[in-house]
């Protein structure tokens, strides 16, 4: 716990970004009777009835400091997956990046062994020299700014049904876009004195 939240207090380097990634499983639904549109004084109705059309997995990546994220529903969540996520971060988004710093859960997937399930060894070992890894601990998903943005995002986009990932992906990238114009930062205030403090509970008694 004390790692990531030491990693928030650090100071702004665009060299070194803090980037933290979420991701979490999206139930694509369609309709099996057309709803009613709203009328004057009449919200829009839909049957309860719907139609299962497989699952999918939203990933999403967040700089705090800068206010950018990056969000995007994949067909799977394989390690594969999330190496081809961590390739995209380290190559298109921040090219020029000496590292990243990445916040992130223990997901299983979440290692840099999936990097080489991948890709060839030595590009591999050439993303991985670009990671500085800092997990949240069990439990301490709370810790996370990118579980904060999956939660604004399910609030304000995912309450209706979605078909398929084409679909979804459209209403995830005008989301993403209108949260990156905005540019608004993650103010974190928790810090590891308050940590110790209010949270002692969680430390071993010596």
Not at 122 to 147: D, M, Q
Not at 151 to 167: E, F, I, K, Y
């Amino acid at each position: 716990m004390e790692d990531v939240l030491d990693t928030y207090a650090l100071p702004y380097n665009p060299d070194i970004p803090v980037i933290c990634m979420d991701e979490q499983p999206h139930q694509l639904l369609s309709e099996i009777a057309e709803p009613i549109p709203m009328k004057p004084g009449q919200p829009c109705r839909e049957d309860y009835e719907y139609k299962r059309e497989g699952t999918c997995s939203i990933f999403i990546f967040t700089e705090p400091l800068k206010g950018w994220r990056r969000i995007e529903a994949t067909e799977r969540r394989t390690r594969v997956d999330w190496a081809r996520q961590i390739e995209r971060l380290l190559t298109v988004d921040y090219p020029h990046a000496e590292k990243v710093r990445l916040i992130m859960d223990n997901l299983n997937t979440h290692t840099i062994g999936s990097l080489y399930q991948a890709f060839p060894a030595e590009y591999a070992r050439s993303l991985a020299r670009r990671l500085e890894i800092h997990h949240t601990p069990k439990h301490g998903s709370w810790l996370n700014v990118a579980e904060i943005e999956l939660s604004v995002v399910t609030r304000q986009c995912l309450g209706n049904r979605v078909p398929d990932r084409g679909s979804l992906n459209n209403i995830l990238s005008s989301w993403e876009c209108s949260r990156n114009e905005s540019g608004k930062p993650v103010d974190w205030h928790f810090t590891t004195e308050d940590a110790r403090c209010k949270l002692k509970r969680l430390y071993p008694k010596l």
